[in-house]
């Protein structure tokens, strides 16, 4: 069976393609657009998008849907990462952050992966962390270079290797989920 990775996350991708090689699995990535639900719920907002991916390709799919959750802002952007990384952007967030003491935060990722006509299967992961207080490094996407995740050695992300990234966060998180149920499937 060979997965198709749904996104328009060049990121993302690059993330997902290179840990599921480590176990042998050879994905293809699609990115079509699809319809990004209004929910709080990241769960929710997968599983209506794995469906859409599926009646779309009808062949194996999984997508994953992420989102940056500030204590100080109350969880903010959360579910709308996508949005707020797109107009306020990094520094927006540090902006609004410049009073704060309190810089606790959590990405959380969840992949939903529909095989078959049974609803999509969902694994998620969360990775713990802090909002730095200047942006640092150039790698990966997003937020990286605010996130400083607490088994980091203090790097921030944007900081680290695709692999040292892979290894503590979210995606890796929810990623290995997946494998160890697509092993269980086969
Ligand atoms: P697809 O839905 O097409 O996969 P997207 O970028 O819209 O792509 P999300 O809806 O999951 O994906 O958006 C999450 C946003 O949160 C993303 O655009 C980034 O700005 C941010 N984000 C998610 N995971 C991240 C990570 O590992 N590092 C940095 N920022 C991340």
């Known amino acids: 069976m060979r997965l198709t990775f749904v996104t328009t996350n060049r990121g993302k991708a690059n993330e997902v393609r290179n840990l599921l090689k480590t176990f042998g699995i050879e994905i293809d990535v699609c990115a079509i657009k699809l319809t990004e639900i209004q929910s709080d719920n990241l769960e929710e907002i997968a599983m209506r998008s794995c469906e859409e991916a599926y009646g779309v390709l009808k062949k194996p799919v999984f997508v994953e849907d992420a989102g940056l959750f500030i204590e100080c802002l109350n969880g903010f952007p959360g579910p709308y990462s996508s ?38 299967s969902l694994f998620s992961g969360v990775c713990i962390g802090k909002i730095s207080h200047e942006p ?30 892979n290894a503590v966060s979210h995606r890796g998180k929810s990623l290995r989920l997946l494998v160890e149920w697509l092993r269980f499937m086969r």
């Not at 003491?101 to 939903?112: G, L, T, V």
């Open 83 to 120: 949005y707020v990384y797109r107009t306020i952007g990094v520094t927006g967030i540090l902006k609004l952050m410049e009073e704060k003491e309190n810089r606790a935060a959590f990405f959380k990722s969840c992949i939903a992966c529909k095989i078959s006509g049974e609803p999509p």
């Open 136 to 165: 640092k490094g150039s790698s990966g996407f997003g937020f990286d270079p605010i996130f400083v995740p607490e088994e980091g050695y203090g790097k921030t992300f944007a900081e680290m290797t695709t692999e040292e990234k």
